[in-house]
C-alpha cells in the first residue's frame, strides 16, 4: 500500500476591503492615480508635515506613519485595463515604555525614543470610477492584505490611518436603511445579536453590607439565528430589550463574505424638566448612539512551500488581483 504524504499546511490570507466616500467631477484614472501619488510624495519628502499617528485609547504607546511607497500596476483584460495602486506602508511603534531586546547576549531596553519598525504592510487601490465626463463618480475600494504575522484590526486600523489622514479621504458612510435595503430580498443566512452591558445592585451577603462601596454584574448575551425572514428579521432587531441590564446590543447579518453590523449603545439619559410651576414639561429619555458598518472580506491560501513570497510585491498582486476583478462583478459598487 503506497504511503499517503502529509498534506501540506497551508495559511488563510484575510484582504478585507472597505470603501471611500464618491465624489463627482471631470476626472480620468490617470488623474487620480497621479493625486495619490503627488500626496505620497509630499509626505515621505516634506519635513514640514508632521507623521501621522494613531495614539491608542488610554495607553502611552503610539503608532507612527513613517513612509509609503507606491507601485502602479495595470488591472484587466483588453477591454478594460485599469491602473491601480500598491502600497507599502513603513510604521513604527513608539512611546514603548516596557519591554527589550536580546540579541548575542547584548540587551537593549526600550525607553520612550525607542522604534519598534514594520515595513511590510500592504494594501491595494484602486479607482472606481462611473458616469460620463465631465460628471463622473469616483470613490477608492481598498484592499487591505493581512499576512499570518499580523493581526486584522492592526492592519486595518493602518490602512484607515494612511487614507484618512495621509490621503485625507474619507470612508463610505454607510446608515440602518442602507443595510436594511441591502438584505429586504433575501432571508438572511446568519443574524447575530449581542447584548453587553453592567447590572449595578447591591447583592451582597448582608454581614458586608455597611461596607459595601460598588456591586456590579457584567453581562453578555448572545443569539444566533438562520435563514430568517427579512420581515421577522426587522421585528428582531426592533425588539424591545431591558437597557438597565443591556447597555449596548450589536447586530450582525453575515451574507457570504459581507457582514453588515448595527450597533446601538446608551450613552446617556436626560432627567426630568419642569417649569417654574413643577409642570412637567419633558419626560425623562435615554439618548442612544447608532451606527452602521458594512465590511467584506475575502480570502486565499498560502501553502507552507510560498512562505518565502509572502512579502513579495508581485505575488500579492497575483493573488489579489482576481479578488478584485470579483469584487467589481459581483457587488454593487456603482
Known amino acids: 500500500m503506497k504511503k499517503q504524504e502529509p498534506k501540506m499546511k497551508e495559511y488563510k490570507i484575510k484582504v478585507p476591503v472597505f470603501l471611500t466616500e ?6 480620468s484614472y490617470e488623474s487620480v492615480i497621479s493625486r495619490i501619488e503627488t500626496e505620497l510624495k509630499h509626505y515621505n519628502s516634506s519635513e514640514q508635515i508632521p507623521r501621522i499617528a494613531f495614539k491608542r485609547q488610554n495607553k502611552t504607546q503610539q503608532k507612527v506613519i513613517s513612509s509609503i511607497n507606491s ?13 491601480a495602486l500598491f502600497l507599502q506602508v513603513t510604521t513604527y511603534n513608539t512611546n514603548l515604555l516596557d519591554g527589550y531586546t536580546e540579541q548575542d547576549g ?3 531596553v526600550f525607553d520612550n525614543k525607542t522604534k519598534l519598525g514594520s515595513e511590510k504592510n500592504f494594501m491595494i487601490m484602486f479607482p472606481n470610477l462611473n458616469g460620463y465626463p465631465p460628471n463622473y463618480e469616483a470613490n477608492w475600494l481598498v484592499f487591505v492584505y493581512i499576512d499570518t504575522n499580523k493581526m486584522d484590526s492592526e492592519m486595518i486600523n493602518t490602512a484607515k490611518l494612511v487614507v484618512n489622514s495621509v490621503l485625507h479621504l474619507n470612508n463610505i458612510q454607510i446608515t440602518r436603511e442602507d443595510i436594511l435595503s441591502k438584505i429586504k430580498k433575501i432571508k438572511v443566512p446568519i443574524l447575530k445579536i449581542r447584548y453587553t452591558g453592567v447590572d449595578i445592585n447591591d447583592e451582597v451577603d448582608e454581614r458586608f453590607i455597611n461596607f459595601l462601596v460598588e456591586s456590579k454584574t457584567r453581562k453578555d448575551k448572545s443569539e444566533t439565528f438562520k435563514n430568517v425572514p427579512f420581515e421577522l428579521a426587522n421585528q428582531i432587531i426592533d425588539a424591545e430589550y431591558p437597557i438597565d441590564e443591556y447597555q449596548n446590543r450589536e447586530v450582525k447579518f453575515i451574507y457570504g463574505n459581507s457582514e453588515y453590523k448595527l450597533t446601538k449603545k446608551l450613552s446617556e439619559s436626560l432627567p426630568n424638566e419642569y417649569n417654574e410651576f413643577d409642570v412637567l414639561v419633558n419626560e425623562a429619555r435615554n439618548i442612544f448612539n447608532e451606527a452602521a458598518e458594512h465590511t467584506f472580506t475575502d480570502s486565499f491560501a498560502l501553502f507552507e512551500d510560498e512562505l518565502s513570497k509572502m512579502y513579495n510585491k508581485d505575488y500579492i498582486i ?3 488581483s482576481p479578488i478584485i476583478t470579483n469584487y467589481i462583478k459581483t457587488y454593487d459598487i456603482k
Not at 464618491?22 to 476626472?27: L, Q, S
Not at 507601485?71 to 491602473?83: A, E, Q, R, S
Open 318 to 320: 497575483d493573488k489579489i
Open 22 to 27: 464618491k465624489n463627482k467631477g471631470n476626472f
Open 71 to 83: 507601485h502602479k500596476f495595470i488591472l484587466g483584460d483588453d477591454d478594460l485595463k485599469v491602473p
Open 106 to 108: 547584548t540587551i537593549k
